[in-house]
């Protein structure tokens, strides 16, 4: 699974922001199921960053989210994330999609 939170951050709070990013995704690191990540900004528009995580399934990565470490250092971080999807499956050749369906039964 992929997860990918993209930030609008004005270029006088990059510093900070930064510290908080690296902060964040370092907590997320800690906890089961998380594979690797990357911290990124946008070539093109510098008020633009990511953090994008990669997790050996939803589950993990749900569950890292309830962790105290995550909650004290990412969760606050992750609500500034530009409001869009951000959960991703990972498609390699062979592999079964997700399919758009409800989720429960009424």
Known sequence: MLVVSRFRVAVGDAPAFRDDLARAHAALAQRPGYESGTVGRNVDDPDLWVLSTRWENVGAYRRALSAYDVKL???PLLSRALDEPSAYEVVEPGT???????RSLV
């Open 73 to 75: 250092h990412a969760v």
């Open 96 to 102: 079964d999609l997700n399919v758009a369906s409800a």
